[in-house]
């Protein structure tokens, strides 16, 4: 008699060898990958390497195809690779080599002392449109913080790029911020905040936007808000909107409001222009801590400026005022609304 699983046999027999014939074809394709490669590293044709690897199903997939460059001295691998950087520099579309970008940038944060080569390979990246595979900060990250462990200072390793020719800028640089802060390593993003001007690389707007964010992410709302005075009064750099808005929603979950307060003080004091959704925060933050007379004061602020608060927060306003004697504040706060035919 017949049982199913012997008729099941043979099927799963052949599925097996479909499964071998799969792995073993892919080596076979990565093998080759790799070959082409490596021969168009050693013909100097470094210009068909995108090419090859788009052309590859296997390009994204390990073995890395420059895992042969593993057999090269570290000084002829960090030639071979530049070469290869600036051979990609006159290809159009601008983002064709980002296969190339993405496997070298791979190879090299796996490798011993991967910077600053990778930094190198980051940079040749960014600046083509190319963004890295999201796992790309967390090696890089870990290559950073494992250098830094060598007591070395920030610009130190950010200027080691001019040894293979190239020089630290702020896309590089705010990647390296937004990597160490996506694996909570804040202190040492701040140090790399600090350390780009030496490095001859002043930060920017992303550069604080980042750090400054974080620390709003993970509560530390005085430090956020210090840098945000840093960023505006020693750097001369004017927080975007969101930055601001980040820095006032962080206060006000903290029930910091008068701090949150102070902040918009400060920046209208520097000529900066707070926007409505920043004073919309504060007020909410007032009337949640109860600064009824803090909150009045802050809506005859956001009026002067032309901003109408909506119509529940303005309710609250008049009769929290009203609710602790301040009768004389709350008129005023009611006529600045009829004024404005609110």
């Given amino acids: 008699m017949v049982t199913a699983a012997k008729l099941c046999r043979p099927l799963l027999h052949f599925r097996h060898f479909r499964l071998q014939f799969s792995y073993v074809h892919s080596i076979s394709s990565s093998r080759s990958l790799e070959e082409s490669i490596k021969a168009a ?9 995108p090419d090859l690897l788009v052309s590859s199903k296997q390009s994204s997939q390990n073995p890395n195809p420059f895992s042969f ?3 090269f001295p570290q000084k002829h691998r960090t030639l071979v690779v530049d070469e290869i950087l ?22 090299t944060l796996q490798c011993p002392n991967p910077l600053p080569l990778a930094l190198a390979i980051l940079q040749c990246s960014l600046r083509s449109g190319c963004i890295p ?4 900060q967390l090696f890089l990250s870990s290559a950073w913080l494992h250098r830094r462990h060598q007591a070395e200072s920030v610009s130190n390793i950010l200027l080691e790029m001019q040894s293979i020719g190239y020089r630290p800028d702020c896309g590089t640089c705010n990647y ?3 990597s160490l802060c996506a694996i909570d390593e804040l202190a040492e993003a701040v140090k790399v905040l600090k350390g780009m001007g030496r490095a001859g690389c002043a930060p920017d707007l992303e550069s604080y936007g980042t750090v400054i964010g974080a620390m709003c992410g993970f509560g530390k709302t005085t430090d956020a808000a210090e840098m945000m005075k840093e960023m505006v009064a020693k750097i001369g750099l004017t927080p ?25 003080e400060f920046l209208e004091r520097k000529g900066f222009h707070v926007g409505f959704e920043t004073y919309e925060l504060v007020v ?59």
Avoid: D
């Fill in 41 to 49: 590293v050693e013909a100097k044709n470094y210009q068909q390497i």
């Fill in 69 to 71: 460059l593993s057999t």
């Fill in 133 to 136: 595979v999201p796992q790309t």
């Fill in 284 to 342: 909410e933050g007032c009337l949640e801590c109860r600064e009824f007379v803090l909150a009045g004061k802050v809506v005859m602020k956001m009026t002067g400026r032309g901003f109408i608060p909506y119509i529940r927060v303005r309710q609250k306003v008049v009769e929290g005022l009203a609710g602790v004697g301040e009768c004389e504040l709350a008129c005023a706060v009611r006529q600045r609304f009829s004024e404005l035919r609110s």
């Fill in 240 to 264: 975007r909107q969101e930055t601001v808005v980040k820095v006032a929603a962080a206060l006000r979950a903290n029930k910091e409001i008068w701090k949150a307060v102070e902040m918009i």
């Fill in 86 to 107: 600036q051979s990609f520099l006159p290809l159009r579309p601008r983002s064709r080599p980002h296969v190339a970008y993405g496997c070298l940038l791979s190879y």
């Fill in 176 to 178: 390296l911020i937004s």
